[in-house]
């Protein structure tokens, strides 16, 4: 049975590797420009940057899954989960759910009432299936139709 494990990124070259894996996915698979995927939470030294906590998924010690928690916010507001990618060759095996839940319980022990993230149009389903409930009206982001969802934590 695969091993699949979620860590928080904490090394330059964990970063790297999820940066790799947002690169297929987002930039080589979506055509979303690199300019629009990598930014200013996109830090080499995961560890310099207190606004974002990116994850890391590996299946067997292989890096296939990413995802980022945005905690700079608002009064009131929920943090951001972004960037959450798998490869395409290990997608519908349940590694993206597992990420998810993983960003959950962080953003949970970090005392958030719940999540928000801005869901391309063919995921509202996968996020749907976790909880999330969508709000407002469709938008583009990088060319891609988008759909703000939220997920608030119970008890």
Known sequence: MPKFVVITISTADEMRKALAIRTRVFVEEQRVPVAEEIDGYDEADPTGNPRAIHFLG????MPIAAARLLTDVHDGELPHIGRVAVLAEHRGH??????????????????????????????LGFYERLGYLARGLVFLDAGIQHRDMDLRFGG
Do not use: I, N
Not at 58 to 61: E, H, N
Not at 95 to 112: K, L, P, Q, S
């Open 94 to 123: 349940g590694y993206g759910a597992a990420t998810m839940r993983a960003v959950h319980t962080e953003a949970h022990a970090r005392g958030f009432a719940g999540v928000t993230l801005a869901a391309q149009l063919h995921a």
């Open 58 to 61: 590996r299946l067997d010690g």
